[in-house]
């Protein structure tokens, strides 16, 4: 087989192109996940073999489909416990979890919670598009006020959910939020996400100009990349108060947490091991 | 050989515990089969407690987890012999708490009517192994289980701190 | 191997370890807290994971999981919680993964009675998943078969690549019994066929010559696919019709010509039977006792307890109720598996028993209505 892209050693290339329609910011997402694991597996701090995704249901999800390591597309929002799962049998492996807004902080909101109140070793990857694309354009808790989805056909009555937030107030030990529109930044935090133990959570920012775009006006994927892009402010090092995620005041992109408290799959093999010394 | 054993009491009586040294010393140290099940009041004490206990030389003979006709019982108490009299059979062995019992009805059992609660408190300085008094006349009166194996599970069952009084307890009709 | 006293929850949690059970899932549920309570003191001290999710979802997709890394995993819970994971179960189904489901029924629908006893979620054990596949479900009537036949749910489990559950209820579950108790390496385990060829050549979902393919983990180097959309034999999503007609019947083949081998039953006073008490879990100790009456009665009645309840092995039953004059089918719920049997026994005349008890159907009530019918 020509290798066509450096990258193709990591992907099932016999299932591309992808499913994802023609400007759609998930593309981008994986090219960055894979540069990041391609640096970490160059640089020996990851074994290619100890790789495992996990995703749920919806086009972030099926990101699932195509890297050429361990993979897991399971049902619609229970990816992360399907891929606990996997880490505390196996605590070698590193487990990414990618999933869109609604897979991850609706369906699966309850899971995200307590993952993260765990601090368990995972890498969860949220690519936000602000919309259900894969149903067809309906709200999600992402979704900005006042906008348009086909389920809110008279603007979205509901508060959008910060989920950066959530995921410092729950004590992640890695929390960031990226943007597809600035990509060499994502890689970073996808790079050092893969790096963390206990758990790391990127929200990224990422663009539908199908069903998202077109809907509000953004009549090309261009015009809603750009739109996205002048709406994110890049801050370094900001503050978890100043992660605003907001249409009007904006979106805060950046490293909001960077801890190193021991993870659960640590804590967990500790208790057990007393338990081991304690049946002699 | 199929006997059902009924062992009934207030809660706080060690009804319970009682059943299930009975039940385990029969699992573990003759070669019957047991089927055994509980009921108890969600108050600690004061509620019924209760043991069933079917036991037979056949697998398929022990086929019930409740008395329908008790061959052997063990009642603390006048509430529960009142209430589940009626499950004890004509010609039963029925061991009764003369310290809680004070009428027992017309039937045809084989009764002993002895002070367990009043004889734990006296030789053994606290209530709380009346119910090993009985189990120990049951055992005598019985032989349904070796009392060593009976020992042997109060060794494994109860606190370590209770095990010499509940032996002890255990033994006081057995060594009489 | 050892004798031992126990209820037929710490009986099923002693087989577990037996079959060598590594990860158990866990969401607090009455009647099953005390399977969860056991392992977590003992599991660990074996090496195993006993970890409490955030709900029944979390607990049957984590087993998911930790069984695609190679751990044989359980989780056991009532009907509310079994009825939050028949989706995941689906996604068992179809990926092939082998986990073990304790159900312990108890009083329903919904909140019911949660401490006491029935039958009313027999058929949603293996019709409750969408995607009308049967998985095996077995069911246990005392302590002792709730040891043996987790041990068994284990082994079919790892043979079939499949969920199976394991029926008990609240009549079992706090059911003392003798129970030989037997040790890792003391049962037959039977485990999980692995690749023989090379990652490069491995197929996830090609079965080869058989009906089960063999099955990689995550991070054995085999890029393993876990797919829940329809998928071909390298777990690629194929939404065609002849790719759909292939999984199916494959997945539905490897469980139905299973039910031979899975058939379990047991039988009391078979001899010169023409009143057959049928059975299964909790009940078939009141239909036990009922057949003895009915025999001391000078009725010639049996007692026949299923074991297996799924697959529907139909040419053995019809072969173990030929010419039995009636069929009896005694069940604590409103006759839901009499619907099954009707079926197998077309001919003879099956009547239902349906009893609704907290607890156990009393044996005289079932000798009651069995004789208006004699």
Redesign the interface.
């Known amino acids: 087989m020509a290798v066509a892209h450096p990258l193709d050693r990591y992907l099932r290339t016999d299932?591309l192109p992808t499913m994802w329609c023609p400007g759609c910011g998930l593309g981008i997402l994986l090219g960055c996940i894979l540069r990041a694991l391609d640096r970490r597996i160059r640089e020996g701090s990851l074994r290619r073999?100890?790789v495992?995704f996990?995703g749920g249901?919806g086009c972030s999800a099926r990101m699932t489909?195509y890297p050429?390591?361990?993979?897991?597309?399971?049902?619609h929002g229970?990816a992360?416990?399907?891929?606990?799962?996997?880490?505390?049998?196996?605590p070698?492996?590193k487990m990414i979890v990618v999933g869109g807004d609604g897979d991850i902080a609706a369906i699966g909101g309850?899971?995200i919670?307590?993952a993260i109140r765990r601090n368990a070793d995972l890498v969860v990857i949220m690519a936000n598009n602000m919309i259900y694309g894969m149903t067809g354009g309906q709200q999600a808790p992402t979704t900005p006020r006042g906008l348009y989805t086909t389920t809110t056909p008279y603007g979205n009555p509901e508060r959008e959910i910060n989920i950066v937030k959530l995921a410092a107030a729950l004590g992640a030990n890695y929390v960031a939020r990226g943007s597809v529109t600035h990509t060499p930044l994502l890689e970073q935090m996808i790079y050092k996400a893969l790096g963390k133990r206990g758990l790391a959570f990127v929200e990224v920012l990422s663009t539908c100009p199908e069903l998202f775009g077109r809907h509000i006006g953004f009549r090309s994927p261009v015009d809603l990349y750009s739109e996205l892009r002048k709406r994110v402010v890049v801050k370094t090092r900001p503050s978890v108060e100043e992660s605003d995620y907001s249409w009007e005041r904006g979106f805060v992109i950046g490293e909001f947490v960077d801890r190193d408290e021991p993870g659960f799959i640590e804590v967990?093999q500790e208790?057990?091991s007393?338990?081991?010394g304690?049946?002699g | 050989m199929r006997i059902e054993v009924l062992i009934a009491g207030r809660g706080g009586q060690g009804i319970l515990l009682l059943g299930h040294i009975l039940g385990r010393a029969v699992a573990k140290y003759t070669n019957l089969y047991i089927l055994g099940s509980e009921i108890y009041a969600a108050e600690t004490r004061g509620g019924d407690s209760r043991v069933d206990l079917v036991i037979a030389d056949r697998e398929e003979e022990a086929d019930f987890i409740k008395v329908m006709g008790a061959d052997i019982a063990i009642v603390m108490h006048q509430l529960q012999l009142d209430a589940y009299s009626h499950l004890i059979k004509d010609g039963a062995v029925v061991f009764l708490d003369r310290s809680n019992v004070t009428s027992v009805p017309q039937r045809k059992w084989r009764v002993f009517l002895e002070p367990y609660t009043d004889i734990a408190e006296r030789e053994f300085g606290t209530p709380r192994v009346a119910n090993m008094v009985a189990l120990g006349h049951l055992v005598r009166q019985t032989s349904l289980v070796p009392p060593e194996g009976v020992e042997e599970v109060i060794r494994e069952t109860v606190p370590k701190d209770w095990v010499d009084v509940n032996i002890r307890a255990f033994r006081y009709f057995l060594s009489r | 191997m050892r004798v031992d006293y126990v209820t037929g929850n710490t009986a099923i949690a002693l087989g577990s370890i037996a079959a060598g059970l590594r990860f158990y899932a866990g969401y607090p549920i009455t009647p099953t807290s005390d399977i969860f309570e056991f392992l977590a003191r003992e599991l660990p001290k074996r090496g195993g994971y006993v970890v409490q999710f955030e709900d029944e979802i979390a607990s049957i997709n984590a087993a998911i999981g930790a069984s695609w890394a190679c751990a044989k995993s359980m989780t056991a819970t009532s009907g509310p919680g079994f009825s939050l994971m028949v989706e995941a179960l689906s996604l068992a189904v179809i990926t092939e993964t082998p986990v073990v489901v304790v159900y312990v029924m108890r009083t329903g629908p919904s909140t019911g009675v949660p401490t006491r006893s029935g039958q009313y979620d027999v058929l949603q054990a293996t019709y409750g998943f969408h995607g009308g596949l049967v998985v095996p479900v077995l069911a246990p009537a005392t302590p002792q078969e709730a040891f043996d036949l987790t041990v068994r749910a284990f082994n079919v489990s790892e043979k079939l690549r499949t969920p199976v559950v394991l029926l008990s209820d609240a009549t079992i579950a706090h059911t003392y019994g003798r129970v030989v108790v037997r040790e890792p390496g003391e049962v037959e385990v039977v485990e999980r066929a692995k690749p023989s060829v090379p990652p490069e050549k491995y197929r996830p979902y090609d079965p080869g010559e058989g009906l089960v393919p063999p099955m990689a983990c995550f991070g054995e180097g085999y890029n393993v696919l876990v797919e829940s959309l329809t998928h071909d034999e390298r777990g690629y999503y194929a939404p065609r019709s002849d790719v759909q007609r292939r999984l199916m019947w494959r997945l539905y083949r490897k469980i139905v010509e299973s039910a031979p081998e899975l058939f379990d039953y047991g039988a009391a006073y078979l001899d010169g039977c023409d009143v057959a008490l049928v059975s299964y879990g909790s009940t078939s100790l009141s239909t036990l006792v009922a057949a003895k009456i009915l025999r001391s009665e000078g009725y010639r009645a049996c007692s026949i307890r299923l074991r297996t309840l799924f697959p529907v092995y139909e040419e053995g039953i019809r072969r173990l109720l030929n010419g039995v004059g009636k069929v009896f089918v005694v069940e604590n719920n409103v006759g839901l598996y009499y619907r099954e049997l009707r079926g197998v026994l077309r001919g003879s005349e099956v009547v239902s028993v349906p009893i609704i008890d907290l607890d156990l159907p009393q044996p005289r009530e079932v000798v009651e209505v069995v004789k208006q019918w004699l």
């Open positions: 299932r073999e100890n495992g996990a249901i489909l050429y390591f361990d993979s897991a597309h399971v049902i229970r992360i416990p399907f891929a606990l799962g996997v880490k505390i049998v196996k070698e492996m309850n899971h919670l307590h967990l208790y057990t007393r338990a081991r304690g049946a």
